[in-house]
């Protein structure tokens, strides 16, 4: 038999554990750690709340989840409630798949100031992530700077711009819709420190900012490179180019013509400099840029954007924990293919960085699998969940279950709002109580 802890129950954690399945059928048991009450990590808080096909895939974890030799192992943090050394005493593979839940710092002068906020804090905001929830940012100003071109900083741009209607079907909690929905933003600036060929924002989200209510983007056309250019991109590239030329090629009158409420308005060649502002966010410093062998380089041309709020949506990275090698540059743990240690392994995020699709988690699993196979044989007798349920008795650790989280889920489910899939729970506690009931 083997034993196998995954930390994380996002989707590199349950594409892992279906590998280790899949390899090993009922050779193996899995427990899945997470530090919530609550399972899928960045499906259910870093997944856009209107984008509810993408959720979908968590059924297809929940066939893993409810699998005799797949457990769910919630409301357990690995570092404080249970050490690595001491999974890797119980486990014969420790597995981290943590993601990277923490946002890359700006690093600029004023980045501190208040109405400054990373995209892990705001997106965490919206998706009510307990940690998150409480950050109440103020949406009275007329300018919000979003900073990054990647697909993060597309799903913020469009919640601040939707309508009360068009959040219709999504599950964006009420604490966020009732800020958003008293929101004076009418023009969100998106800066890209590079040119419309270098953004890292795939079609489909970017074209959804044409079809927005009372939001409209706007692109200027001497931003963008002459049109034969775009032949050398690969097509997904070209088709979000396409996209951008549309937006530069919208008429004024058509602008007239739409009731246009919120301007969405991208800035290339625009690396920010410094946040201004006594106390909280007054502008952005902004240095104009030119492009040399793809990097940005300052031309010295600075001006000011003045704003209320500013999201960066530059990147994240993954927690550190004690005793584990972490290169800090890439804000990932040191690995070799996915092996860190002997009997420990990271795999997605916490592997390779914050880049790729959900979907890309699932041959990273599958590979992590493989390697694993290649190191533990058919397992060294170690005591797996019986030794981690015991420990858990003797620290008084609330588990939370796969079962139990169904009751939460139910329950987010019943006191949803009329046009919402859930309501969820924003709040540890008051998950744990209504799982123990
Ligand atoms: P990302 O794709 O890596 O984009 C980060 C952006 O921030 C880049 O444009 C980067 O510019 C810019 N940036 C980095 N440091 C900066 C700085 N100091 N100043 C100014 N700009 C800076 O990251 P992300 O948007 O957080 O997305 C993470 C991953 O999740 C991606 O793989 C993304 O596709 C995925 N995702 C997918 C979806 C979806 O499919 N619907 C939705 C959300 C996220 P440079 O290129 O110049 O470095």
């Excluded at 890797?88 to 600029?108: C, S, W």
């Excluded at 419309?196 to 706007?218: S, W």
């Excluded at 410094?274 to 952005?284: D, N, Q």
Aim: proline letters at 6%; a negative charge.
């Amino acid at each position: 038999m083997r034993h196998i802890a995954i930390i994380g129950s996002g989707p590199a954690g349950y594409y892992t554990a279906e590998a280790a399945q899949k390899q090993w059928g009922e050779e193996v048991r899995v427990d899945i750690f997470d530090r919530l009450p609550v399972p899928f990590g960045l499906i259910r808080t870093g997944v856009a709340p209107d984008h509810q096909s993408i959720k979908g895939v968590s059924r297809r974890y929940e066939t893993v989840a409810l699998s005799d030799n797949v457990r769910f192992v919630g409301n357990v943090s690995v570092g404080s409630d249970i050490s690595i050394a001491e999974l890797q005493g119980l486990y014969d593979a420790v597995v981290l798949a943590t993601g990277a839940p923490h946002d890359r710092p700006l690093g600029l002068p004023g980045a501190d100031l208040g109405n400054v906020y990373g995209s892990a804090q705001f997106v965490g905001w919206y998706n009510g992530h307990p940690q998150f929830a409480a950050l109440d940012p103020d949406l009275s100003c007329r300018t919000a700077v979003v900073i990054g071109n990647g697909n993060v900083a597309l799903d913020v741009a469009r919640i601040l711009a939707k309508t009360r209607t068009e959040f219709a079907g999504s599950d964006i909690v009420a604490h966020a819709l009732e800020v958003l929905q008293g929101s004076k933003i009418d023009r969100v600036v998106i800066l890209g420190r590079r040119g419309p060929h270098q953004i890292a924002m795939t079609p489909k989200e970017l074209g959804e900012l044409a079809h927005l209510a009372r939001a409209c983007p706007r692109v200027d056309p001497r931003d963008l490179p002459e049109e034969g250019a775009d032949a050398l991109l690969e097509p997904g590239q070209r088709k979000s180019v396409m996209h951008l030329r549309s937006f530069a090629a919208i008429p004024e009158a058509h602008r007239q013509d739409k009731p246009i409420e919120i301007e969405i308005e991208f800035d290339f060649y625009a690396a920010p400099r410094a946040i201004l502002g006594e106390g909280r966010v007054e502008g952005v410093e902004v240095e104009r840029t030119r492009l040399e062998g793809g990097r940005a380089i300052g031309t010295g041309e600075v001006y000011t954007i003045p704003a209320g709020l500013v999201i960066a949506c530059i990147g994240y990275q993954t927690s550190p924990i004690e005793g584990v090698p972490f290169e800090e540059s890439a804000g990932r743990f040191a690995n070799h293919g996915g092996r860190i240690l002997p009997g420990l392994y990271c795999v997605g995020w916490a592997r390779r960085g914050p880049s790729g699709t959900i979907g890309t988690n699932r041959p990273d699993g599958f590979s992590i699998v493989e390697r694993i196979t290649e190191d533990i044989g058919e397992g060294a007798g170690k005591a797996g969940r019986a030794g981690f349920d015991a420990l858990a008795e003797t620290r008084g650790l609330k588990v939370v279950t796969f079962r139990d989280w169904q009751k939460i889920d139910e329950a987010e489910i019943q006191r949803a709002r009329h046009d919402s899939p859930r309501e969820k729970f924003v709040d540890v506690e008051r998950m744990i109580e209504v799982a123990r009931k």
